[in-house]
């Protein structure tokens, strides 16, 4: 009987957690005139793709859509492979001050990102790198969190692994491509979920960055469909559903790896 009612409170808890997102795609398929009804129809008697079809031609969302696509992309492969390096050299190898470097990716992860939103905006006008990929790519290229993440990973890997791998006359470059990389598998999977997803929602660094339609990210286009006096909330919520669209997509392709981290430097090596 416990059984039962664990599972019956799981399917409760996960119904009101998807919740909002059924109530995004829902409203996405109303007619606008049908958004705002009083009581609020949940199933929608005449679906359609009127909103969809105002969303993409009426706005720039394929050109955000590529922005977001880009900048993603571009910081989830630079934190994994950055990370998966700075994460190997802590955990595995043994240099002066290596502690202290460690500390130090620590107290970088307790300022807050705000802190830091003013002299790194100062930074890109003389750079002038505002209205660029550089500007939304390169203050992003290796996290604090990414490189902790993969330490406390790899340091549960036997290093008698990689003893065996010098002994057998492995390069330090062949012994990270050959066994971390592939060791390191899970862990990365991880960090690149989270970089996506962290990415892929950011909202006040492009804000402060971008001022051209042109170079603006998904969630800062969605945003400019805002009007002052009215809110297209059919418009926008066609909008908010093909931005969830990739995370769900991602989510389920790697879900296996969120079991996976719950684990991450929970055993000693």
């Known amino acids: 009987m416990s059984r039962h009612v664990s599972y019956g409170l799981l399917i409760v808890f996960a119904g009101l957690t998807l919740l909002p997102l059924y109530w995004i795609v829902m409203t996405a398929f109303q007619l606008p005139s049908a958004v705002l ?17 105002r969303l ?12 977001s696509v880009v900048v993603t992309v571009a910081v989830t492969i630079s ?27 620590i107290g970088l992860m307790l300022i807050p990102g705000q802190l830091t939103i003013i002299p790194l905006y100062a930074l890109i006008i003389k750079l002038d790198w505002v209205n660029t990929y550089k500007a939304l790519i390169v203050p992003a290229l290796i996290a604090p969190f990414s490189i902790f993440l993969m330490k406390q990973f790899l340091q549960t890997l036997p290093t008698e692994l990689l003893e065996a791998a010098r002994i057998d006359g492995c390069s330090e470059w062949g012994i990270f491509r050959r066994v971390i990389l592939p060791l390191a598998r899970p862990g990365m999977g991880v960090l690149g979920i989270f970089t996506f997803m962290g990415t892929w929602n950011e909202f006040l660094w492009p804000l402060i960055v971008t001022n051209r339609t042109s170079m603006m990210t998904l969630q800062i286009g969605l945003n400019s469909l805002q009007n002052q006096y009215f809110t297209d909330f059919g418009l926008l919520m066609a909008g908010a559903a093909v931005s969830a669209a990739p995370m769900v997509v991602v989510f389920l392709l790697f879900q296996p790896y969120f079991v996976r981290s719950i684990t991450i430097g929970a055993v000693k090596g």
């Open 37 to 53: 009804a009083i009581p609020p129809d949940l199933f929608p008697a005449s679906p359609t793709l009127l909103n969809f079809t």
């Open 56 to 67: 993409f031609r009426g706005s720039q969302i394929l050109t955000w859509l590529t922005n």
């Open 79 to 105: 934190n994994i492979l950055l990370g998966t390096l700075a994460g190997y050299t802590l955990a595995k190898k043994r240099f002066p001050g290596r502690q202290a470097i460690f500390w130090s990716v």
